[in-house]
């Protein structure tokens, strides 16, 4: 079923009239909330109702719990979703084209500022969605976002003062809380070893609150070789460990500080060996009460915030 519609009158499913001040709404939409009216939007939203969680139309959206299937269809097929109203708003700002919309029922009148273009917005109960995507959406809103193609390392590297470059992360929410403190704490770009998660997994995105639209990152390839264009652009490869020989941070000189890459491994494991013997300086959070180490993402911040602790707000 679709039909053009206001969005406050997208906020119930029930039986109503087929039409709305002259306006075709062949989903049969009502527009009140808890008995009372609700006020009307004057732009028009065209909404497509969906009753069937394998319809086709709602493909981008199908078992997003399932980690494995994800990986093969939404790299291979150019696209990413995004779960909230403010994550897909920020990667409207960013730029990245929206393919389609899906969303609760009684929340279609959240999109209404929004400038939707060509781009379906398809709409159904809860209980749709949740047999849809293998989960219940309580945030009400997903949306289905083109990719766009990667910057190659070099092009990264130029820009930037400072970056993180991170070794076989593959802990999605460990990923996206390394975006948003990257993008918190003053530095420019994120480098990924061709073993890392997928920034732009639904998971790494919500946990990132968006921030890996606003954050430059690109793939560090062939592992660990490309550590040396990193060094050859300019900066200083500090490779966090928990070594007792390792540097405390605080004690890096203004010279290793000045274009400081901050090489992280993933989680339990560390760095490998060879990405450790490919640094220039081997570098330790100074830890209290017996704890060897923090989490990757909790180092990744203290780390950023100690680089950058005397920069200009």
Excluded at 31 to 54: C, E, F, K, W, Y
Excluded at 258 to 281: C, K, P, Q, Y
Aim: with cysteine; hydrophobic share 45%.
């Amino acid at each position: 079923m679709s039909g053009w519609c206001r969005p406050a009158e997208a906020l119930n499913l029930i039986d109503a009239v087929p039409t709305t001040r002259g306006v075709p709404v062949t989903g049969r939409w009502a527009a009140s909330v808890g008995g009372r009216r609700a006020v009307r939007q004057n732009r028009r939203v065209p909404v497509h109702l969906i009753t069937d969680p394998d319809d086709e139309r709602i493909a981008d959206y199908r078992a997003l719990t399932d980690v494995e299937l994800r990986t093969r269809w939404e790299p291979p097929h150019g696209l990413f979703i995004a779960e909230g109203e403010l994550v897909l708003r920020r990667a409207l700002r960013a730029g990245y084209p929206v393919r389609s919309y899906l969303v609760d029922a009684k929340r279609v009148d959240q999109l209404a500022d929004l400038d939707t273009g060509d781009a379906p917005i398809y709409a159904a109960t809860p209980d749709v969605l949740q047999q849809a995507t293998g989960f219940h959406v309580h945030r009400g809103v997903l949306a289905s976002f083109r990719r766009r193609p990667q910057p190659p390392a070099a092009e990264v590297l130029a820009a930037a003062r400072r970056v993180v470059i991170l070794e076989d992360v593959n802990n999605h929410t460990n990923l996206g809380a390394i975006f948003r403190a990257v993008a918190g704490l003053g530095v420019d770009a994120v480098l990924l070893s061709p073993t890392c998660a997928d920034p732009l997994y639904r998971r790494s995105v919500r946990v990132s609150m968006g921030e890996v639209f606003a954050v430059p990152y690109a793939k560090l390839d062939p592992w660990p070789d490309a550590l040396a264009e990193v060094r050859a652009a300019g900066f200083t490869v500090l490779a966090m460990t928990p070594a007792p020989d390792a540097v405390p941070i605080q004690h890096l000189d203004a010279g290793q500080r000045a274009r400081a890459a901050l090489l992280l491994g993933a989680e339990g494991a560390g760095l490998t060996r060879a990405a450790m013997d490919a640094s220039d300086v081997r570098v330790v959070i100074p830890m209290r009460r017996g704890v060897d180490s923090l989490n990757v993402a909790a180092a990744t911040a203290v780390a950023c915030w100690e680089l950058g602790r005397d920069d200009p707000l």
